[in-house]
């Protein structure tokens, strides 16, 4: 099973900006396309963003113009900034590869954002 640690939630207001980060094990970080996906309350989880090994990038309708996925190779991470925040991205937000796989999800990270 592979363990992938989310960090960097928090409660902002509207407007405001959060970067989520995720460390991958270093032995599948460079042979996989990686994403981060959410869950509000209440709601399925969705696919955010994903970023492949070539550094192309795909984003969700909700969130394109707004957030940004990257990876550093280095160190096998992968971030997300995410900017203007809205009430509606209020979620746990998780990484995972893309497409995902069952045994990989984390615990995620909270992001809650206030009106």
């Known amino acids: 099973q592979v363990q992938l640690v989310e960090s960097g939630g928090g409660s902002v207001q509207a407007g405001g900006s959060l970067r989520l980060s995720c460390a991958v094990p270093g032995f599948i970080f460079s042979s996989n396309s990686m994403a981060w996906y959410r869950q509000a309350p209440g709601k399925q989880r969705e696919l955010v963003a994903h970023?492949?090994?070539?550094?192309?990038?795909y984003y969700s309708d909700s969130v394109k113009g707004r957030f940004t996925i990257s990876r550093d190779n280095a160190k096998n991470m992968v971030y997300l900034q995410m900017n203007s925040l809205k009430p509606e991205d209020t979620a746990v937000y998780y990484c995972?590869?893309?497409?995902?796989?069952?045994?990989?999800w984390g615990k995620g990270t909270l992001v809650t954002v206030s009106s």
């Open positions: 995972n590869r893309a497409p995902a796989l069952a045994n990989w």
């Open positions: 970023i492949t090994t070539y550094a192309y990038t």
